[in-house]
């Protein structure tokens, strides 16, 4: 019969892990933080079924802001770890670990839609432009029927000595004739469609509010409804696959979230089905776009939320302007380079300022896409009519705090309305590389003072706590390139600045490192309100993390632009590995309690 004092040393782990679950993991972590290895794991392995350690673990969490080890049940963070050692005292495995990363302002259904359509972006002529779609069209003989549309996106007039294409540019020659295509333009702010396609579209063209039309067969902003009305959009079995396949992308690129910045009712449906699916590998904060842009339809969607923190709707995205590329984001004053125009507005001021108060009062945080001054100024007029409304007895930045709006892109702020953002806290989402992708010609559309007082604020923004994305597919979807273009206001895709320099365009509004790295996981959170569920490691957060060859910090700068990750996680499940040369597996596990 075993002594008192050997059945009180074996009973050591059983009780101390009571402790840990009694008090929790935080408070108890000093105590199993003191004992060898071995006792410690064995402690834990009464409390957790699967615990993963690695070289490093970045947290971001002011708990314990570097760790080796945590702890995961359920899809979620049950503790975190400093220890030296790995399972009885082994070496640690390879990888070093930051959170999950978070795309904020992205379109899932497009990038999916994307990765099945002739891709143009960086065509620097028309003839690669005619070649490229040629050479689609030869793996793809289905496409370009009254069925099935050609699609492509991300041509730019500007790679065709500034003028705009032509339909008949589309008639590519006897293998290329009588084709149903549509093109987006890289901003996907305008469209270029085929003869055929306008041999469908009513004559003559109707003027629509919020729209242009600059060329025959290019059709911008709230003109692209004239063809949309006419486009075979693609069946069930289509769009499944390509949100599973763009999830995979994003995976790859150590995506674990995504704010999708305007998603339909009919698409919702879609995400709602697929969700069960165990392949639905992405966690998605939906902004709820009305069937018919800038209207009021609470009735066709309502908020959502899943158990497992895979879909969240409760948002909204309400569009004020277009885009900087094609002269359609509104402005105060006309554009340096085209002085007849200051751009479009999408919706007028009064039904803006409605569709905020109407949004709002239902329950939906409110989105809206500004990127001219004129449409910021007049989606922060229309927040403030919100908070008269909501929050009578507060004030404007404490009706802001519970309600969180935000302005999609803020991209040129007159220097009055970016006071009236820190006064108040509205919440910018920014997309670096927007501004290392405009740069070569956002000076000559705004001009110099313009340029440096509004355009493309980063560091001046950071106390907003900005939300940083992509906007893909308008950008590649890499959030290490979006880092990189943060950090040095350079180009991914050159490493060189407007003028082939390596200073960096205005470098004064660079971020830091852990700026840009707290833009795309604390920040999003924040913005979606998942503080302390995503874009951090501590307990009680998703189990989501991203493991890399070395510390982030370690990189060199310039290769960002071209580094992998070694893996990603959601939800405690992996669901990325880099194929590698050897099949190392960088997770123990504890077996579960009996």
């Known amino acids: 019969m075993p002594s008192i004092t050997t059945l009180a040393l074996a009973s050591i782990p059983i009780l101390l892990a009571a402790v840990v679950y009694q008090v929790g993991v935080p408070e108890a972590r000093e105590i199993v933080n003191l004992l060898p290895p071995f006792l410690a794991l064995r402690i ?26 945590f702890s995961v049940a359920n899809g979620k963070f049950t503790g975190v770890f400093a220890h030296t050692m790995g399972p009885m005292g082994k ?25 099945h359509s002739a891709d143009l972006f960086g065509a620097e002529s028309m003839d690669e432009v005619k070649q490229r779609l040629v050479d689609y069209k030869t793996s793809h003989p289905e496409a370009g029927t009254s069925a099935q549309w050609l699609r492509g996106v991300g041509w730019d007039q500007a790679n065709f000595g500034g003028r705009w294409p032509l339909a008949p540019d589309l008639e590519i020659g006897e293998n290329f004739k009588d084709q149903y295509v549509m093109l987006d333009r890289v901003d996907v702010h305008c469209v270029w469609v085929s003869n055929k396609v306008l041999d469908l579209l009513p004559s003559p063209l109707p003027d629509v509010p919020g729209g242009e039309i600059p060329a025959r067969g290019v059709f911008c902003d709230n003109s692209i409804d004239i ?79 899943t158990a497992d923190g895979k879909l969240h709707v409760q948002s909204v995205k309400l569009f004020a302007d277009g885009a900087l590329g094609s002269w359609g984001s509104a402005m105060l004053e006309p554009y340096s380079d085209k002085p007849e125009s200051s751009g479009s507005l999408l919706v007028n001021a009064t039904a803006l300022t409605k569709l905020a108060i109407d949004w709002s009062a239902a329950g939906f945080q409110v989105n809206i896409h500004a990127i001219g ?78 340029t440096a007082e509004e355009a493309y604020r980063m560091r001046s923004l950071l106390p907003l706590r900005p939300i940083l994305g992509s906007d893909f597919p308008v950008e590649p979807a890499s959030i290490l390139e979006g880092i990189y273009a943060a950090i040095t206001r350079r180009s991914p895709r050159t490493g060189l600045d407007a003028g082939g320099g390596e200073e960096g365009w205005y470098p004064e509004e660079t971020l830091t490192l852990k700026e840009a790295l707290r833009g795309f996981t604390l920040n999003p959170a924040h913005g979606a309100f998942l503080e302390g569920k995503a874009g951090v490691i501590k307990q009680g957060a998703y189990a989501d993390w991203v493991v890399l060859d070395e510390p982030l910090e370690n990189l ?10 070694k893996e990603t996680w959601v939800g405690g499940k992996r669901v990325y590995k880099r194929p590698e040369p050897e099949d190392s597996f960088n997770i123990w596990k504890v077996l579960p309690t009996p």
């Open 556 to 565: 060199e700068v310039e290769s960002l632009r071209t580094a992998t990750v």
């Open 227 to 305: 063809v949309a009305k006419y486009y075979p959009k693609p069946g069930k079995e289509s769009r499944s696959k390509f949100l599973k396949d763009a999830m995979l992308n994003l995976n790859k690129l150590g995506i674990v979230g995504m704010h999708d910045a305007g998603v339909f009712p009919s698409e919702l449906e879609l995400y709602k089905e697929l969700i069960q699916d165990e392949d639905w590998t992405l966690r998605v904060y939906a902004m709820l776009e009305c069937e018919t842009r800038n209207t009021f339809c609470p009735g066709d969607a309502s908020k959502f939320h």
């Open 44 to 69: 834990l392995e009464n409390v957790f079924s699967e615990i993963h350690c690695y070289e490093s673990v970045q947290t971001l969490s002011d708990e314990l802001p570097s760790a080796n080890c």
């Open 91 to 115: 070496e640690m495995p390879d990888g070093h670990v930051i959170p999950g990363l978070w795309d904020g302002h992205g379109h899932l259904m497009q990038y999916g839609e994307l990765l």
């Open 373 to 450: 001054d004129l449409a910021n100024k007049l989606a922060i007029d229309a927040f403030i009519a919100a908070y008269d409304l909501l929050c009578p007895d507060a004030t404007h930045q404490q009706c802001q705090t519970r309600h969180r709006f935000r302005i999609e892109h803020a991209q040129i702020i007159h220097p009055d309305q970016q006071k009236q953002m820190f006064e108040i806290g509205i919440i910018p989402s920014i997309q670096p590389t927007h501004a290392t992708s405009d740069m070569p010609y956002a000076e000559s559309r705004l001009g110099k003072t313009r």
